[in-house]
């Protein structure tokens, strides 16, 4: 590769860095790959890079030479500090209109201080999500860039190309909005994730311990549902872990530990979900229930002081699996109508322009939510581009309501039996609370007002009017303002 002819440099060859660039170079694209151990990139160039369109540099000032203008250079490091560590050392080798993108797991705001910081020294800033995982990196994720759009022109060809497509031919990569859009995206991609997870292991747990199904009846039922409403990768890949065996015949899903690790995205989307005020119950619920696992000794030791209903196992196991079915079902839907709403939100506070069928569209192949129905959200959005929750389109309302009964009869069936239910029990409870009209929190604030006087709102006088009552008889007049936290 001759200097300054190469297309992009990629600094990071742990394995999604090597994966993505073999992607890159097998669609054409000539690649710097550089890492600060450098022994690495002497074992990747000599080893999967061999024979392609791929040059090892040694030094950041040899990867500036290797590129053209305006330089791209993307970075496959773990977020955080790690990510300004990066930037500090590529930085005084750059120049305007040179363009820098973030591949991680980074936290929005923090791509958004990057870019303003940047753009003082006219460097255009990317905060790229990626999902997939090294089989998506390598054949194609689902990318999700956003932030300075003057880059979008000099990277779109890149990503575009080495990005997964549906089977139709669309290509699960677009721009998505400025600022920390694109991280942001991904971020509600990963809390979504970790709701689809838990309501999987739930559904399992529900068969195997009050279904009693055998281990090939589970199998065979995850592989049945791939084949539906609820085909999706993670449901593909649960049935093939339900019949991985180890040599003593056992599963081995039996044999790993039940105390679930996490990264921090969805945490992190559980805490903005606060901050914005978004009912983002399943997907928290999903993240507690990890920080539950991890409690396993405790857990060990509330065994055996606190002893479980005995098992009341269903007279139509048939039947059981159907609901269960439905019960993953609605949950699923609630969970992707819950994200929907958090990007929702998130725009209307930062004056973000999203796409909301675009990103379902992103998100349909390549990536580690890809589900059958991401289609039906994209023709939710078109049919109302200000739907407010996805629960009220025609097809998630009928789809809802067609799912009901089997979705109250399986969290019943937990709750009867002792087993934990958290993310389909909060699915259940978020979809009642956003059907009823009316809601006890008339009570709430009259507790409020009761010992804060912090006021409240009339049914009987206009929106925007707020009243207090004295209801100690202290002959105060004094009241708390009335805000939202």
């Excluded at 936290?107 to 255009?124: M, S, V």
Aim: proline share 4%; hydrophobic share 45%; glycine share 10%.
């Amino acid at each position: 590769m001759t200097e300054k002819s190469a297309d992009i440099a990629v600094i990071g060859l742990a394995v999604m860095g090597q994966n993505l660039i073999l992607n890159m170079a097998d669609k054409g694209h000539k690649v710097v790959a550089y890492n600060r151990t450098t022994t690495k990139v002497d074992e990747f160039v000599a080893g999967p890079a061999q024979g392609k369109s791929i040059v090892g540099a040694y030094s950041i000032k040899e990867m500036k030479s290797l590129l053209k203008r305006p330089r791209k250079i993307m970075f496959m490091v773990k977020a955080g500090s790690v990510v300004d560590a990066v930037i500090a050392e590529v930085l005084p080798f750059l120049e305007a209109g040179d363009i820098l993108i973030d591949g991680g797991n980074s936290h929005h705001p923090d791509t958004e201080r990057r870019i303003e910081e940047l753009a003082k020294h006219g460097i255009l800033y990317v905060g790229t999500g990626i999902s997939g995982g090294e089989e998506g990196a390598r054949h194609g994720p689902s990318i999700m860039p956003g932030g300075d759009e003057q880059a979008w022109p000099h990277i779109k060809d890149i990503f575009q190309s080495v990005a997964a497509r549906t089977p139709q031919g669309d290509i699960c990569c677009d721009w998505v909005g400025e600022g920390g859009a694109g991280h942001f995206v991904k971020m509600v991609h990963n809390g979504i994730e970790y709701g689809d997870m838990q309501l999987i292991a739930e559904a399992w747990d529900l068969l195997r311990r009050v279904g009693a199904l055998s281990d090939e009846e589970i199998a065979a039922t995850f592989a049945e549902w791939n084949s539906g409403d609820l085909e999706s990768y993670l449901i593909e890949i649960t049935a093939e872990i339900l019949q991985r065996r180890e040599a003593d015949g056992k599963l081995l899903v039996d044999n790993i530990l039940d105390a679930a690790g996490q990264k921090g995205t969805g945490k992190w989307t559980g805490i903005e979900a606060l901050d914005f005020g978004v009912p983002l119950t399943l997907i928290t619920e999903a993240v507690f229930a990890r920080a539950l696992s991890a409690l396993k000794a405790e857990r060990v030791q509330a065994a055996q002081i606190l002893p479980a209903p005995a098992i009341v196992s269903p007279a139509d196991k048939k039947l059981f699996v159907e609901q269960v079915r439905q019960a993953l079902f609605a949950s699923k839907l609630i969970s992707y109508a819950q994200g929907f709403m958090m990007m929702r939100a998130a725009a209307a506070e930062k004056d973000w322009d999203l796409n909301y069928g675009s990103i379902a569209m992103l998100w349909r192949s390549g990536c580690i939510i890809r589900s059958a129905f991401l289609d039906k959200i994209r023709d939710a959005y078109e049919r109302r581009t200000d739907l407010p929750s996805l629960v009220i389109d025609p097809w998630f309302a009928e789809q809802l309501l067609q799912s009901q009964s089997g979705w109250r009869a399986a969290v019943a069936s937990a709750v009867q039996n002792g087993i934990p239910l958290p993310a389909m029990t909060s699915a259940l409870s978020f979809y009642d609370g956003y059907r009823s009209e009316v809601l006890p929190a008339n009570l709430l604030q009259a507790q409020r007002d009761y010992f804060g006087a912090h006021t409240y709102e009339r049914i009987d006088k206009p929106r925007g009017e707020f009243y207090h009552t004295d209801w100690i008889n202290s002959g105060a007049f004094a009241q708390s303002g009335s805000y939202s936290a």
